[in-house]
């Protein structure tokens, strides 16, 4: 059988991908090399108030909103900001991808668990269990994107890497609690979000020499409250380089984390997963129906670069803050109201991913060069 479109990988940008093409009436495989899209769950999966607003996600499978958020400097000096609405809930990760998954088999779409992909041909990809025959191949396999290098397409080159432990509650209140420490998380944060319900407790950063997993218990034994015993250990890559540029081709495109969909300063993807692949499932309908392959120049990284460059600055900000003492500094200087505001803004009034439909990329696109005469 030769399907329309390989979806690979099963994460929240390949579930949402693969439904929504599938709703268009195209045959859709996915694939992904876990036998459960519940088994290991790398995501601590926070969202933001935007995605849970702007997409259907089941209410049951989000926990209880968050609004207060507390940041520690390295000495643990706190400061506390509250935003005037419900800012992040936590997903309850396994049931949502099994939610979702059941979605794409009421669309059609052909689930293939256990199947790993070694290599993509014209005429579909090759895995551990045989070929599989399609048109068009979407790469939804996550920060280290194989599918990116097998297609020719860019891959991503800055990443943090991140690791967390799932723990009973640390009360009832809601918390997201930050540590700003780079002696813990070097580039990144520390952070224990307690919805109430459960509570996560993680770190990330550049792997540069850092060992997430001796930073994670050193978070765990100077927290200023007790933590109970891990129930579930999470762990995985995060890109944080911006979109990347060159993301289709007339053999397939990228969607997710590799396309490098995430915040290079909240180093946020879920939000992006679910809003490229939205793009994503709209261009690919637009190439099959029109079968201009000029179609597919609307989905370029360069189109979200720009709305990303105060946030690739500030990446890079953050990563030269690598000292206590300066981190320290910044967290003094956070208390003055400008500062107090750049923070809010930072956590609160968070810009999810852009969103473009294909109309809306064609009116801003220069003329595009003539398609190619068959
Ligand atoms: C520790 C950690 C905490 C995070 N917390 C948050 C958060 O709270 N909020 C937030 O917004 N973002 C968070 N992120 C980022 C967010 O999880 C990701 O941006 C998002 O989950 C990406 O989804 P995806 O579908 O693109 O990729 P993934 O969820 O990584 O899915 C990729 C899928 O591809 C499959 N796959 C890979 N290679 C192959 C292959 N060769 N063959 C077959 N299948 C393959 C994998 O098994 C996997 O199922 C976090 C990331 C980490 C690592």
Redesign the pocket.
């Known amino acids: 059988m030769k399907y329309d479109i390989t979806v690979?990988?099963?994460?929240?940008?390949?579930?949402?991908c693969a439904r929504l093409l599938a709703e268009r009436g195209m045959r859709v495989v996915l694939?992904?090399?876990?036998s459960s899209?519940a088994a290991?769950?790398?995501?601590?999966?926070?969202?933001?108030r935007k995605?849970w607003e702007d997409f259907p996600l089941p209410d049951e499978q989000l926990g209880p909103p968050i609004r207060d958020v507390v940041l520690y400097s390295p000495s643990r000096r706190t400061l506390a900001l509250r935003a005037k609405r419900d800012e992040f809930r936590?997903?309850r990760m396994a049931w949502l991808y099994l939610y979702l998954l059941e979605q794409c088999a009421r669309a059609g779409v052909e689930w293939m668990p256990d199947?790993?992909?070694?290599g993509c041909d014209e005429d579909g990809v090759i895995?551990n269990r045989g070929r599989v025959d399609a048109r068009f191949i979407v790469g939804?396999?996550?920060?280290?994107?194989?599918?990116a290098a097998h297609l020719g397409l860019d891959r991503n080159r800055e990443l943090?890497?991140?690791?967390?432990e799932i723990i009973p509650p640390i009360s009832r209140e809601r918390v997201l609690h930050c540590f700003l420490d780079p002696r813990l998380a070097p580039g990144y944060i520390g952070w224990l979000?307690n919805d109430g319900e459960e509570a996560?407790l993680?770190v990330?950063g550049y792997r540069d020499g850092w060992d997430p997993a001796q930073a994670l218990h050193t978070l765990r034994c100077t927290l200023p409250f007790p933590a109970g015993r891990a129930i579930e250990r999470?762990?995985?890559?995060?890109?944080v380089n911006g979109v990347l540029r060159n993301i289709a081709n007339e053999r397939g495109l990228l969607?997710?984390?590799?396309?490098g969909?995430?915040?290079p300063l909240?180093?946020?993807?879920?939000?992006?997963?679910m809003r490229l692949?939205t793009f994503a499932a709209e261009v690919i309908a637009s190439y099959f129906d029109s079968g201009d392959a000029r179609v597919l120049q609307n989905y370029s990284g360069d189109r979200f670069r720009a709305r990303f460059v105060a946030r690739r600055w500030m990446r890079r900000a953050i990563r030269a803050m690598s000292s206590p003492p300066l981190m320290e500094l910044a967290l003094t200087m956070m208390r003055t109201p400008p500062l107090r505001a750049v923070a809010e803004h930072v956590f609160f009034a968070r810009g999810s991913f852009p969103d473009i439909t294909v109309s809306a990329a064609r009116a801003s696109r220069p003329a595009a060069a003539p398609a190619p005469s068959a």
């Open positions: 690979i990988g099963a994460g929240l940008a390949g579930l949402q694939i992904d090399r876990k899209v290991t769950v790398q995501t601590t999966g926070i969202f933001v995605t936590i997903g199947t790993r992909v070694h895995t939804a396999d996550g920060a280290r994107s194989t599918t943090l890497v991140g690791l967390e979000a996560h993680g990330a999470r762990g995985g890559w995060i890109p969607v997710g984390d590799a396309a969909a995430v915040s909240t180093a946020g993807g879920l939000d992006g997963a692949s």
